[in-house]
């Protein structure tokens, strides 16, 4: 595999395994370095349109108690304004922060041997007792420092919209190219994977250009085989010859997104805040591609 472009040298990492669930790659590692002029090559237009998918379920993360009372319990509140998929919806509370967890009055237990960023944080299944509305996440517990610093979180399939105190869950929509917050999933930071299905009528050198992105990673499978990890942008054209074939060849370019936008700090002020502020006003890296991927020969 080759990249072609007259710069300083970057690299790339091939590799021919890949777990995604830890964002880290498994498999003995090549390294290789640009040097090459680009290639006189035409751009393949014979291709499926350009299919966007989440590789996990969205997240809301809710950073402020609305209530607290002596006795150490202490509520959340999010709102959903739309009739979505309340089957889908779990939510993951850190362990340390409470002994008696409730969402709408309804108490619910962990989820067994299932937890969300790591084991600390428990999962438990809230859709049957979620609604259209504003919801109430009720934490009974011994208050302790663990609750300043840990969100609560929302799990689902959603999208969020900016709102006067945080978020608010709306319907799923359809992803386009741009970034992530943008388009209801500002605190996503697992994958997203951009795909099409490229119709070859020959094989010969094949080149792949990944326009500007942003995001931790980004990982190449070729007809469901491993071939590029990046960790930089590159404006060359990556050979991708060896893993093409003559007829119809699936593309599918995982986009990495960053830990630092589901668990913060998401408020750039040297003010404390005691309440969410408009959901403006939060921060996130930057996260998407900007434009489709490109084939060549």
């Given at each position: 595999?080759?990249?072609?472009?007259?710069?300083?040298?970057?690299?790339?990492?091939?590799?021919?395994?890949?777990?995604?669930?830890?964002?880290?790659?498994?498999?003995?590692?090549?390294q290789?370095?640009?040097?090459?002029?680009?290639?006189?090559?035409?751009?393949?237009?014979?291709?499926?349109?350009?299919?966007?998918?989440?590789?996990?379920?969205?997240?809301l993360?809710?950073?402020?108690?609305?209530?607290?009372?002596?006795?150490?319990?202490?509520?959340?509140?999010?709102?959903?304004?739309e009739?979505?998929?309340?089957?889908t919806?779990?939510?993951?509370?850190?362990s340390?922060?409470?002994?008696?967890n409730?969402?709408n009055?309804?108490?619910?237990?962990?989820?067994?041997?299932?937890?969300?960023?790591?084991t600390?944080?428990?999962?438990?299944?809230?859709?049957?007792?979620?609604?259209?509305g504003?919801?109430?996440?009720?934490?009974?517990?011994?208050a302790?420092?663990?609750?300043?610093?840990?969100?609560?979180?929302?799990?689902?399939?959603?999208?969020?919209?900016?709102?006067?105190?945080?978020?608010?869950?709306?319907?799923?929509?359809?992803?386009?190219?741009?970034?992530?917050?943008?388009?209801?999933?500002?605190?996503?930071?697992?994958?997203?994977?951009?795909?099409?299905?490229?119709?070859?009528?020959?094989?010969?050198?094949?080149y792949?250009?990944?326009?500007?992105?942003?995001?931790?990673?980004?990982?190449?499978?070729?007809?469901?085989?491993?071939?590029?990890?990046?960790?930089?942008?590159?404006?060359?054209?990556?050979?991708?010859?060896?893993?093409?074939?003559?007829?119809?060849?699936?593309?599918?370019?995982?986009?990495?997104g960053w830990?630092?936008?589901?668990?913060?700090?998401?408020?750039?002020?040297?003010?404390?805040?005691?309440?969410?502020?408009?959901?403006?006003?939060?921060?996130f890296?930057?996260?998407?591609?900007?434009?489709?991927?490109?084939?060549?020969?």
């Amino acid at each position: 595999m080759r990249l072609f472009r007259l710069i300083p040298a970057l690299m790339l990492i091939m590799t021919t395994g890949c777990r995604f669930s830890d964002h880290s790659c498994e498999g003995e590692d090549t390294q290789l370095s640009l040097s090459f002029s680009p290639p006189d090559v035409s751009v393949i237009t014979e291709h499926t349109p350009l299919l966007i998918t989440p590789d996990d379920s969205n997240v809301l993360a809710i950073c402020f108690a609305s209530t607290q009372t002596d006795q150490g319990e202490q509520s959340y509140v999010f709102t959903i304004d739309e009739d979505i998929d309340f089957s889908t919806l779990q939510m993951a509370v850190h362990s340390g922060t409470a002994t008696d967890n409730r969402i709408n009055g309804h108490k619910v237990t962990p989820i067994p041997a299932s937890f969300f960023t790591d084991t600390n944080y428990l999962l438990y299944e809230i859709g049957p007792y979620t609604n259209k509305g504003e919801n109430t996440i009720s934490l009974l517990g011994k208050a302790t420092a663990e609750r300043s610093v840990h969100p609560v979180y929302v799990i689902g399939s959603f999208h969020l919209m900016t709102a006067e105190h945080g978020f608010v869950i709306s319907k799923p929509s359809v992803l386009q190219t741009g970034d992530w917050a943008g388009q209801g999933m500002p605190f996503y930071a697992e994958s997203i994977t951009y795909s099409k299905i490229y119709d070859i009528k020959q094989t010969g050198r094949t080149y792949l250009y990944i326009p500007d992105w942003t995001g931790e990673k980004i990982v190449v499978i070729i007809n469901k085989a491993v071939a590029v990890q990046l960790t930089e942008k590159t404006e060359d054209w990556i050979d991708i010859s060896s893993h093409i074939s003559s007829g119809e060849n699936r593309i599918d370019i995982k986009l990495y997104g960053w830990r630092e936008n589901l668990t913060g700090p998401f408020f750039l002020t040297d003010t404390v805040l005691v309440a969410s502020p408009d959901g403006r006003q939060y921060t996130f890296k930057p996260t998407g591609m900007q434009s489709e991927f490109k084939l060549r020969q």
